[in-house]
């Protein structure tokens, strides 16, 4: 089983950053795809960013394609995702999930286990 623990969010203004940090334990996979998901009030959750755990290749939502950046910290089995230049509307819950796979998919029900997520609020 992995674990799945997610921290940095917070409040920020419009045009500011955040850095949230996805820490795995337990169970690890050959194989894996690392993403991030988030969630607003009211709507469904939608995907934001992935990474393939072994070479590194990453994919991102048009919603936040040059602003974000998802990247990964093998020593520490972490993943990062830098937010910069944020926008009321990236307001939502953000959590990160791993996919026991190494092709990456942006549909939630492709991954395997889910953190409990962070609230990132970015007032206008």
């Known amino acids: 089983q992995v674990q799945l623990v997610e921290s940095g969010g917070g409040l920020v203004q419009a045009g500011g950053s955040l850095r949230l940090s996805c820490a795995a334990s337990?169970?690890?996979?050959?194989?894996?795809?690392m993403g991030w998901f988030r969630q607003a009030p009211g709507k469904e959750r939608e995907f934001v960013a992935a990474i393939r755990w072994y070479g590194g290749y990453t994919y991102y939502a048009d919603s936040v394609k040059g602003r974000f950046t998802i990247s990964r910290d093998s020593a520490k089995n972490t993943v990062l995702l830098q937010m910069n230049s944020l926008k009321p509307e990236d307001t939502a819950v953000y959590s990160c999930?791993?996919?026991?796979?190494?092709?990456?998919?942006?549909?939630?029900?492709?991954?395997?286990?889910w953190g409990q997520g962070t609230q990132v609020t970015v007032s206008s």
């Open positions: 999930a791993v996919r026991a796979s190494n092709y990456i998919t942006t549909t939630p029900e492709g991954y395997d286990a």
């Open positions: 337990g169970r690890t996979f050959s194989s894996s795809v």
